[in-house]
């Protein structure tokens, strides 16, 4: 049963209302999701606040002890965190145990408190003067993640936080909150003092209700772009530090020298891995020049061959998409796309007739940045083919987007990595690669309507988005 976690204690909101989640690959309802109201969160934010004063007062080492020990259990757990993952996102196994490792790998940075919480020191400023700089938690913060991420993003949220000496309440997505249910569990397990990590389930007025809340002093939200927005307003507006990350349209440009052995299997991975339901998924691949000629068949090959089915099937590679209303949604951007003028080359709506929300691999070409399927978020296994004459104009098309999360380029040229490095405006760049995904060390750097905020999810602008900076002047 799926309870919220107030101090010590799980209890049931007293919010009356729920939601269905469902395994997507059956399409069954397997669990029901409470919703909790303003008075249920209220609950949630006092036990962080009274947890507060003796957590941000533990010495670092203590705080440093318990995540390693959180973290040996999620290495015991984690074959059953994939599998919950699989179970209710519908994402494969493979896939789940990916996330399920990139979260740890947040886990074990925060393990590196000691050295990452350090201060600065200037002896001796002006005469007899020294300067010191000390971080301090912030206070209460929340974290409100996405549907599509159920381990890894509650990961990128509240170990690092919590070891710089702040409280948490998570507030899971509606649509898979098993993942951060089992955490939690994982969490108190470890033996962290009650109240240090709460959850409070629901959707959106739980969200309003946190951003209202005058004890919540830090927001981390990851989302799509219009509620990354409004959340980034009324955090900010009600004197929260907020990071807010938003939706993506990523391009990938495929240079007439890149080797199509390297560039179709990357293109197919990033295009349909997690279904297509992941934020750095490649959405529109770009031709330049003559690549589109050496790049299209292979692809449709390829993509028609993917292996669509429940996710804990063997061999499977496309899993089910979310919701059968999210499905219909990434169809209807197949219909408005041939609608536009663009080429349905490949056709994964056939998928749509079997049990459960599936949608095989699509592939529209001759895609332009003017149709819906060319700028607007899909979020499902469609893959725009766009050409370009030149790599000018390639990357013109990438930065026309009001969105800049990841850019990717396959070529055998520096001179054309470098320049597509500099200048196209996307926070996270690849080259050569399918997914430029960011390690726990380095920040998740969205840009534009991607990211709302100056501070992004972990790195060292974890570390300062968690804490307050206090400098001290001494004289003696
Ligand atoms: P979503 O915006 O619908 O929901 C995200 C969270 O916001 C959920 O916890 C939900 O309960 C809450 N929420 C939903 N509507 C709200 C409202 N009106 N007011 C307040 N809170 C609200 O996003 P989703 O469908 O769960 O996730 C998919 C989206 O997330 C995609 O757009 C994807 O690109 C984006 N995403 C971005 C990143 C990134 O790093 N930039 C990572 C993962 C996902």
């Given at each position: 049963m799926i309870r919220n976690l107030v101090g010590s204690e799980w209890r049931s909101p007293e919010g009356p209302s729920s939601l269905p989640i469902f395994n997507p690959a059956t399409g069954e309802e397997i669990e029901k999701v409470p919703l909790s109201n303003a008075s249920d969160v209220d609950a949630a934010v006092r036990a962080a606040v009274e947890a507060f004063r003796p957590w941000s007062r533990t010495a670092v080492m203590d705080r440093v002890r318990l995540m390693f020990r959180f973290k040996a259990l999620l290495e015991d757990h984690f074959e059953d965190l994939a599998a919950i993952v699989t179970r209710h996102h519908g994402k494969t196994l493979d896939e789940a145990r990916g996330e399920v490792r990139r979260g740890i790998e947040v886990v074990d940075f925060a393990c590196g408190a000691p050295t990452l919480l350090q201060g600065r020191t200037l002896r001796d400023v002006s005469g007899g003067v020294d300067q010191d700089l000390y971080r301090y938690p912030v206070g209460v913060c929340a974290g409100i993640p996405p549907f599509n991420f159920p381990v890894m993003i509650p990961l990128w949220m509240f170990p690092l936080a919590v070891v710089a000496g702040n409280t948490f309440v998570l507030k899971p997505s509606e649509r898979t909150p098993l993942g951060a249910q089992l955490l939690a569990e994982i969490f108190v397990e470890a033996g962290f003092?009650?109240?240090?990590l709460n959850l409070v389930h629901g959707a959106g007025d739980t969200v309003q209700a946190l951003l209202d809340?005058?004890?919540?002093?830090a927001i981390s939200f990851v989302g799509s772009a219009r509620v990354a927005r409004q959340v980034y307003t009324t955090a900010a507006a009600n004197g929260k530090r907020v990071q807010a990350l938003g939706g993506a349209k990523n391009h990938i440009v495929v240079m007439p020298d890149a080797d199509p052995e390297v560039a179709v299997p990357a293109i197919l991975n990033s295009a349909f891995g997690n279904a297509g339901e992941?934020?750095?998924?490649?959405s529109v691949a770009v031709a330049v020049g003559g690549a589109a000629g050496k790049l299209l068949d292979p692809l449709r090959e390829a993509a028609s061959r993917m292996v669509v089915g429940p996710?804990?099937?063997?061999?499977?590679?496309v899993g089910p998409l979310i919701r059968a209303d999210h499905r219909d949604r990434v169809a209807s951007y197949v219909e408005a796309g041939v609608n536009e003028g663009a080429e349905l080359?490949?056709?994964?709506?056939?998928?749509?007739?079997?049990?459960?929300f599936f949608l095989g691999p699509t592939i529209l070409d001759r895609?332009?940045?003017?149709m819906s399927v060319g700028r607007e978020?899909?979020?499902?296994p469609v893959l725009s083919v766009a050409r370009a004459e030149t790599l000018d104009a390639a990357i013109a098309q990438a930065n026309e987007?009001?969105?800049?999360n990841m850019a990717t380029i396959f070529t055998q040229s520096g001179r054309a990595g470098r320049e597509f490095r500099d200048r196209v405006e996307a926070g996270m760049t690849g080259i050569n690669v399918p997914v430029a995904q960011p390690f726990a060390f380095f920040p998740f750097s969205g840009w534009k309507g991607s990211f709302y905020g100056d501070l992004h999810v972990h790195g060292t602008d974890g570390i300062d988005f968690f804490t307050r900076k206090k400098v001290v002047v001494t004289r003696w």
């Amino acid at each position: 049963m799926i309870r919220n976690l107030v101090g010590s204690e799980w209890r049931s909101p007293e919010g009356p209302s729920s939601l269905p989640i469902f395994n997507p690959a059956t399409g069954e309802e397997i669990e029901k999701v409470p919703l909790s109201n303003a008075s249920d969160v209220d609950a949630a934010v006092r036990a962080a606040v009274e947890a507060f004063r003796p957590w941000s007062r533990t010495a670092v080492m203590d705080r440093v002890r318990l995540m390693f020990r959180f973290k040996a259990l999620l290495e015991d757990h984690f074959e059953d965190l994939a599998a919950i993952v699989t179970r209710h996102h519908g994402k494969t196994l493979d896939e789940a145990r990916g996330e399920v490792r990139r979260g740890i790998e947040v886990v074990d940075f925060a393990c590196g408190a000691p050295t990452l919480l350090q201060g600065r020191t200037l002896r001796d400023v002006s005469g007899g003067v020294d300067q010191d700089l000390y971080r301090y938690p912030v206070g209460v913060c929340a974290g409100i993640p996405p549907f599509n991420f159920p381990v890894m993003i509650p990961l990128w949220m509240f170990p690092l936080a919590v070891v710089a000496g702040n409280t948490f309440v998570l507030k899971p997505s509606e649509r898979t909150p098993l993942g951060a249910q089992l955490l939690a569990e994982i969490f108190v397990e470890a033996g962290f003092p009650p109240g240090v990590l709460n959850l409070v389930h629901g959707a959106g007025d739980t969200v309003q209700a946190l951003l209202d809340h005058p004890g919540v002093s830090a927001i981390s939200f990851v989302g799509s772009a219009r509620v990354a927005r409004q959340v980034y307003t009324t955090a900010a507006a009600n004197g929260k530090r907020v990071q807010a990350l938003g939706g993506a349209k990523n391009h990938i440009v495929v240079m007439p020298d890149a080797d199509p052995e390297v560039a179709v299997p990357a293109i197919l991975n990033s295009a349909f891995g997690n279904a297509g339901e992941r934020c750095l998924a490649g959405s529109v691949a770009v031709a330049v020049g003559g690549a589109a000629g050496k790049l299209l068949d292979p692809l449709r090959e390829a993509a028609s061959r993917m292996v669509v089915g429940p996710g804990d099937e063997p061999g499977v590679q496309v899993g089910p998409l979310i919701r059968a209303d999210h499905r219909d949604r990434v169809a209807s951007y197949v219909e408005a796309g041939v609608n536009e003028g663009a080429e349905l080359v490949v056709d994964g709506r056939a998928e749509m007739s079997r049990r459960g929300f599936f949608l095989g691999p699509t592939i529209l070409d001759r895609v332009t940045a003017r149709m819906s399927v060319g700028r607007e978020e899909i979020f499902g296994p469609v893959l725009s083919v766009a050409r370009a004459e030149t790599l000018d104009a390639a990357i013109a098309q990438a930065n026309e987007s009001s969105l800049g999360n990841m850019a990717t380029i396959f070529t055998q040229s520096g001179r054309a990595g470098r320049e597509f490095r500099d200048r196209v405006e996307a926070g996270m760049t690849g080259i050569n690669v399918p997914v430029a995904q960011p390690f726990a060390f380095f920040p998740f750097s969205g840009w534009k309507g991607s990211f709302y905020g100056d501070l992004h999810v972990h790195g060292t602008d974890g570390i300062d988005f968690f804490t307050r900076k206090k400098v001290v002047v001494t004289r003696w």
